[in-house]
């Protein structure tokens, strides 16, 4: 059993206390320390009797942290921190600093199962799914750092989410509660290569976070040169999925389309997406390509990627560009990992 108090809903911890002969209220002190105060130590818990503290202690309970490495920041804002896990692993996230909008881009695992050709992660070898405890405390130990109130999070940074289900769910679940750190739901997208039997787990939850699906590309073919997981989950199982998710939680869908030079960027592809995801409920992020050792793509110029939006909004499409940001410190989509743990790179598919 994962004894990390930093990993339990609200619920469980008041199950815990009741187990102790604890008050139910104990619990909810017990949650604001951890994920409003960031305390990290059970014994700065001051609001629980010594004795009681000790007893947890005793039987194992404890509080995970992350150990920052290093931060870089980039020209634009960006913050780029490289952790360490309590067992040496090491993982990115990123913090967006606009103005009004603080967002965390978290990990979920330590490298990625996936291997997508445009993604330095999938480069990386697949070494561990992240506790509930690690993805919630990048949240909380980039908020003590920076002294930002954080209103916004994506799951996007290194590995899968949908790969990692459970702990990327509860960690949903325990930073968007308002005995916590209330980051609210529409405030917190999962964002996945497209794994269908878990946009469909999802949409069977009681709770809707937003939902991003990388597409990257409107037919098979093309889509198993960019995400090689395409073979395994293809676009007829991907969309039948995306249109249940759609019909059950009545929320729209964003699409993630990675802009990359004379791949996917022409008005053609553009028209044959239109095609394919007519009549369901999406709109686009048009993503700029960032380079990074091992790949041979290239970014789509300005232009095209211009002209590629035109075309979906004046087919009926709501479409934004997502431009690079904190690409001098290797932050920006599809880099995390590729700076810093390079050596531990696998061999190219
Ligand atoms: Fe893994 Fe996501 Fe990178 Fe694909 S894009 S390799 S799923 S981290």
Redesign the pocket.
Known sequence: MDKDLKSKTLTELQSIIADYGGKEYLAKYIFSFLHIQNINSIDLITPLPKEFRAKLVDDGYFISQLKILEKLTDPDGTVKYLFETADGQKIESVLLDETDRKTICLST?VG?????K?????YLKFERNLTTGEIVDQAGTISADSNCKINNLVY?????PL?NYDSTLKAVRILSDQAGRQIGLRRQTI???GLPDGIRKLADEDIYPRLAV?LHAPNDNLRKQI?P?ASKYPLPALLSAMKYYTQKTERRITIEYCMIDNINDSLDYAEKLIKLLRGLHVSFNLIEYNPHPGSDFQASPKERIKAFKDFLMQSGFEAIIRYRRGRSIKAAC?Q?GADRIKNETREKE
Not at 118 to 122: E, I, Q, S, Y
């Open positions: 695992q990625c199962r996936l291997g997508c445009f993604c330095a992660t999938g996007m940074g290194m590995g899968e790969d964002s996945t290569v990388s995400v997981a599809g995390l």
